[in-house]
Nanobody
Framework: QVQVVESGGGLVQAGGSLRLSCVVSGRTIDRDAMGWFRQVPGKDRDVVAWIGWSGDRSYYADSVKGRFTISRDNAKNTVYLQMGSLKPEDTAVYYC????????????????WGQGTQVTVSS
């Protein structure tokens, strides 16, 4: 059974940093593109960043460009989202996904989502 588990969220002051981790078990991610998304209550889930299966391609939403960095460690079956210069508007539940439909797919198209981790940025 495949599991996607995000961690690293929490409460941080504006201007601070957090690193989110996404650990996938039950499959290896070396053929998967990976994405981070976020959602606030009452709004759609938005893409934050994605990274290609080989790590040579990446994308960032304009709202996080220059502040967030996505990376992957296939040996650990883990994807990271380093978040810096955090703003209150970054407050959301952050989700990790493999091969998110409509955004990016790897050599595999298998799509799995985690349960999310809450990030709260205080002003």
């Amino acid at each position: 059974q495949v599991q996607v588990v995000e961690s690293g969220g929490g409460l941080v002051q504006a201007g601070g940093s957090l690193r989110l981790s996404c650990v996938v078990s039950g499959r290896t991610i070396d053929r998967d593109a990976m994405g981070w998304f976020r959602q606030v209550p009452g709004k759609d889930r938005d893409v934050v960043a994605w990274i290609g299966w080989s790590g040579d391609r990446s994308y960032y939403a304009d709202s996080v460009k220059g502040r967030f960095t996505i990376s992957r460690d296939n040996a650990k079956n883990t994807v990271y989202l380093q978040m810096g210069s955090l703003k209150p508007e970054d407050t959301a539940v952050y989700y990790c996904a493999t091969n998110p439909p409509g955004y990016i797919r790897g050599l595999s198209s298998a799509n799995y989502w985690g349960q999310g981790t809450q990030v709260t940025v205080s002003s």
